[in-house]
């Protein structure tokens, strides 16, 4: 038995913020922009001078084939244009905190560079399967991983609004689409190769937030399967109907 008051309860999510240019900002999410910003920005300062840092961190289908596995991981916080790097920043800073708070710092994290892993890997199957002419495209991360961070938010929100380009609200509800259609657009507009990231990742993230219901219609399979043996195993039976009643009642 324990007296007194209950300890507190660690709130999920981190604890504490960093006061940021007049703006709090919860820790995880300031440790994610300040590795998005280090590898993207100092990287191309290095890549400049000389040290191929950028080269060794994008994801490049050819290299990966050839056994530089780490690709598949560092090419996640990379943005390799000051706009995707300030806009991927703004939006990170407005959907981050909701999903932080709702899966937890670990389980945050591990969607996140766990996520691009597994689209990364996907991404070099495709590209060689169907596009091998293209697979040394530099493939960076941040982008795909945060159009699935995006439909994951808008999957656990859907009644939330929030401004896209800053100007046009749209709900969670509809942001999912708005996001699919949008990188359709772009990919028609500048190629299908160049966006096989950002449909995998789209993809992956209707899969993992259950919008498309893979494991409804598996289990609804087994169950089908289950039905159907049952019915073939019992075809065969036949019902024997007895005049007398049974010994026992008499």
Partial sequence: MRWGAPPPRRPRGGSGSYHVLGVFILKPIAWLMALMVG??????????????????????????????????????????SPLGLLFGCLILYGIGPDLLRRWGTRRFFLNFFGGAVVVGALTCLVVRRFWPDVSTIPYQGFWPIQEAMIIAWATLFPDRQILLFFALPVSGRNLIGLTIVITIVMAAMSGFPL??????????????????????????????????????????????????????TH
């Fill in 39 to 80: 590898m993207s920005a100092l990287g191309a300062v290095f890549e400049r001078m000389g040290y191929p840092v950028l080269s060794l961190s994008v994801l490049s289908v050819r290299h990966v084939w050839a056994g530089e596995i780490w690709r598949l991981l560092t090419w996640a916080p990379l943005a390799l």
């Fill in 195 to 248: 966006f096989v990231p950002d449909f995998v990742a789209e993809v992956a993230a209707l899969l993992y937030m259950d919008l498309i219901p893979v494991r409804t219609w598996i289990a609804r399979g087994r169950l089908a399967w289950f039905q159907r043996g049952y019915r073939r195993r019992t075809a065969r039976l036949t019902r024997v109907d007895r005049d007398e009643p049974p010994r026992w």
